[in-house]
């Protein structure tokens, strides 16, 4: 099974240092960009990251980033 797309743009999250996040690499949870455990029977499993600051990232919503979890600017080409 493959991913699909969750929307065309990145997600902007304010990350904690140090706290690490699960993001939804299947495209289906609710809680985008975040794993809420949907992927089960997919084959695809979240990706942990774990952020190094506090600030802003964009994960990425299309997930057919090459930079996951972050947008990597692919989605301007769907
Ligand atoms: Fe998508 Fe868990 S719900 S990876
Ligand atoms: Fe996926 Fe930008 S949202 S590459």
Same mark, same amino acid.
Request: with cysteine.
């Given at each position: 099974? &493959?991913a699909i797309?969750?929307q065309?743009?990145?997600?902007p999250v /304010?990350? !904690?240092? =140090?706290? $690490?996040y699960?993001w939804?690499a299947c495209g289906? !949870?609710?809680?985008q960009?975040?794993? /809420? =455990? !949907?992927? &089960?029977g997919? =084959?695809?499993?979240?990706l942990? *990251?774990?952020a &190094?600051? /506090?600030?802003?990232l *964009?994960?990425?919503g299309? $997930?057919q980033?090459? $930079?996951?979890?972050?947008? /990597?600017g692919r989605h301007?080409?769907?």
């Amino acid at each position: 099974t &493959e991913a699909i797309i969750a929307q065309k743009a990145p997600y902007p999250v /304010d990350v !904690s240092a =140090g706290r $690490k996040y699960f993001w939804c690499a299947c495209g289906r !949870s609710a809680k985008q960009p975040f794993c /809420d =455990g !949907s992927h &089960e029977g997919t =084959g695809i499993t979240p990706l942990a *990251y774990t952020a &190094e600051a /506090d600030r802003t990232l *964009y994960f990425c919503g299309c $997930k057919q980033t090459g $930079k996951a979890p972050l947008c /990597d600017g692919r989605h301007n080409a769907l």
